[in-house]
């Protein structure tokens, strides 16, 4: 995965060369004819965190209780939550009705800290055991998707919290390189229709 990450940041720091003129006139068997250039194209300098997040379920960008849970509920609760959502990560919200985070929890601090330590997750808080916010690696809605991945790979995390002063969302590793991906094969089609005349 480390390798595919690697290769994608390299790719991304190479943008297929913009069409810069608009319009340009062609001869073709005595007539003359404008062609145009294909619409404009939000490139990967421009995609950010909020696109990312548009394309997750999370209910316009809320936070979504199956991705979340509290500093006072119990690591058993909070890893049958990930394991009943096909999750490897809950966001840690302070307790009360305001959704402020106070860390993130993953199942690799289930394995070190209540497995390995031979603690019982069911006398456990997950305040306990959680990264706390102060450690935390986090990015807004307005950080760039490339910017995202290389902070997620630097760290060598798979899970970074949105914070736009409170929590608006979660973000994956692997979020980001479908975003990438996504991006990529769509500049692919438009150049591809481009070049067949499917513009005008």
Not at 32 to 53: I, M, Y
Not at 72 to 81: P, Q, R, S
Not at 107 to 112: G, N, S
Not at 123 to 152: C, H, P, R, W, Y
Request: proline share 3%; hydrophobic share 40%; aromatic share 6%.
């Amino acid at each position: 995965m480390k390798a595919f990450v690697r290769g994608l940041l390299a790719r991304a720091n190479y943008e297929v060369p913009k069409i810069q003129r608009k319009w340009e006139w062609k001869e073709s068997a005595g007539f003359g004819c404008v062609t145009s250039s294909p619409p404009p194209e939000k490139g990967l300098e421009n995609l950010t965190v909020a696109d990312v997040l548009l394309t997750k379920d999370t209910d316009g960008g809320k936070v979504d209780t199956w991705i979340s849970c509290r500093t006072n509920d119990t690591v058993y609760d909070a890893v049958k939550n990930m394991a009943k959502h096909n999750i490897g990560s809950l966001v840690v919200l302070r307790p009360g009705d305001h959704q402020y985070i106070a860390g993130i929890v993953t199942e690799r601090d289930y394995m070190k800290k209540i497995i390995g330590a031979g603690r019982s997750s069911k006398f456990t808080k997950v305040g306990e055991v959680m990264t706390d916010e102060s450690k935390l690696v986090t990015v807004s809605s307005g950080t760039n998707i490339i910017k995202a991945m290389q902070l997620m790979s630097e760290n060598h995390i798979r899970h970074v919290p949105v914070i736009d002063g409170k929590i608006v969302g979660l973000i994956s590793m692997v979020d980001v390189v479908r975003a990438i991906v996504d991006h990529q094969n769509g500049e692919l089609k438009r150049l591809n229709q481009f070049i067949k005349g499917d513009y005008y």
